[in-house]
C-alpha cells in the first residue's frame, strides 16, 4: 500500500480570478472523481505545495483537509497534474483525482530495480527501457514503487511484463502486452581500431612518376 500525505488546503470561490489567489501566495487547484457531483475547487497555500511537491508521486494517497469559512471536508486524492509556469517551471496550478473505493483507476506505477546484474560483470550493459508500468487497479492496492531484481540477469536475458505479473498487486492489470521488455542486458559492442597504414621507402629509391597522356591537338582543319 502506498504511504498517505496529509495536506490542509482552503475552499475557494472558482468565480474569482486565480490571479488574486496567487497574488496571495496560494496556488489554485480543483478535484475531480467519479464518485463526485461536481468538482471542488480549492487552494494551496505555497509552502504547503513546496512541501507536497518534495515528498509525493503520483502514487501518494493524499489526504485533504478542506477547510471552508463554516465547513471542514476530508478527501482523499491522488496528483493527477501539476501546470507550471513556462518561464519560473513554478506551479500554478493542480488537479487531484478522488477515486471511488470499488471502482479501478489507471495509473502509472514507478519501477525500482534492485541488483547488480551478473551479466554487467560478464561485460554486458544495462539497458532499461520502461521506468514506470501503466496499469489499471484499485485505489486500495496502489503502491509507491514495484521493486524488481535483476541481479540474475545474464548477457542476452530480458525482463518482460509476463515475468513481473506475480509480483503486482492482486487487482492490477498491466496494460501492455506480455512481451512488452521492461530492462535487458546486451553484449558488449565490439571495437575495431582502424591500424594506420604506412608506406616506408629505402633510400635513394624513387618512385615513378604516373605517365600523363595528353590529347592530341588537332591539326587539320575539318573538311567542309
Same mark, same amino acid.
Given at each position: 500500500?502506498?504511504?498517505t500525505?496529509?495536506?490542509?488546503v482552503?475552499?475557494?470561490d ?16 480543483v ?14 497555500r505555497?509552502?504547503?505545495?513546496e512541501r ?9 494517497l493524499?489526504?485533504?483537509n478542506i ?11 491522488f ?7 513556462k ?5 500554478i496550478?493542480?488537479?487531484f483525482?478522488?477515486?471511488q ?12 530495480? $534492485? !541488483?547488480?546484474?551478473?551479466? +554487467? *560483470?560478464?561485460g554486458?550493459?544495462?539497458n532499461?527501457?520502461?521506468? %514506470? @508500468?501503466p496499469? =489499471? ?11 524488481i ?5 545474464? $548477457? !542476452?536475458d530480458?525482463?518482460? +511484463? *509476463? ?6 498487486p492482486?487487482?492490477a %492489470? @498491466?496494460l501492455? =502486452?506480455d512481451?512488452?521488455v ?12 582502424e591500424?594506420e ?5 629505402? *633510400?635513394?629509391?624513387v ?14 582543319d575539318?573538311?567542309?
Amino acid at each position: 500500500m502506498t504511504h498517505t500525505f496529509s495536506l490542509e488546503v482552503l475552499e475557494r470561490d472558482p468565480k474569482l480570478k486565480a490571479n488574486k489567489y496567487r497574488r496571495e501566495k496560494l496556488i489554485p487547484a480543483v478535484v475531480y472523481g467519479p464518485s463526485m457531483k461536481e468538482n471542488k475547487h480549492i487552494n494551496i497555500r505555497t509552502n504547503d505545495l513546496e512541501r507536497l511537491i518534495e515528498k509525493a508521486t503520483a502514487t501518494t494517497l493524499i489526504e485533504l483537509n478542506i477547510k471552508g469559512e463554516n465547513s471542514s471536508e476530508k478527501m482523499t486524492v491522488f496528483i493527477k497534474t501539476i501546470q507550471r509556469h513556462k518561464v519560473t517551471d513554478k506551479p500554478i496550478h493542480l488537479d487531484f483525482y478522488c477515486p471511488q473505493e470499488g471502482r479501478k483507476m489507471n495509473i502509472n506505477i514507478p519501477i525500482t530495480y $534492485i !541488483g547488480e546484474p551478473v551479466g +554487467v *560483470e560478464q561485460g554486458g550493459t544495462l539497458n532499461i527501457y520502461l521506468h %514506470e @508500468i501503466p496499469v =489499471e487497479i484499485l485505489p486500495s492496492d496502489i503502491i509507491d514503487t514495484l521493486e524488481i531484481d535483476i541481479s540474475n540477469l545474464e $548477457i !542476452g536475458d530480458n525482463i518482460i +511484463v *509476463e515475468d513481473i505479473k506475480k509480483i503486482m498487486p492482486e487487482s492490477a %492489470e @498491466i496494460l501492455l =502486452e506480455d512481451d512488452e521488455v521492461l530492462a535487458g542486458i546486451i553484449e558488449p559492442r565490439e571495437i575495431v581500431e582502424e591500424e594506420e597504414i604506412v608506406v616506408e621507402f629505402e *633510400e635513394g629509391e624513387v618512385t615513378a612518376e604516373p605517365e600523363v597522356i595528353m590529347e592530341k591537338e588537332a591539326t587539320e582543319d575539318k573538311e567542309e
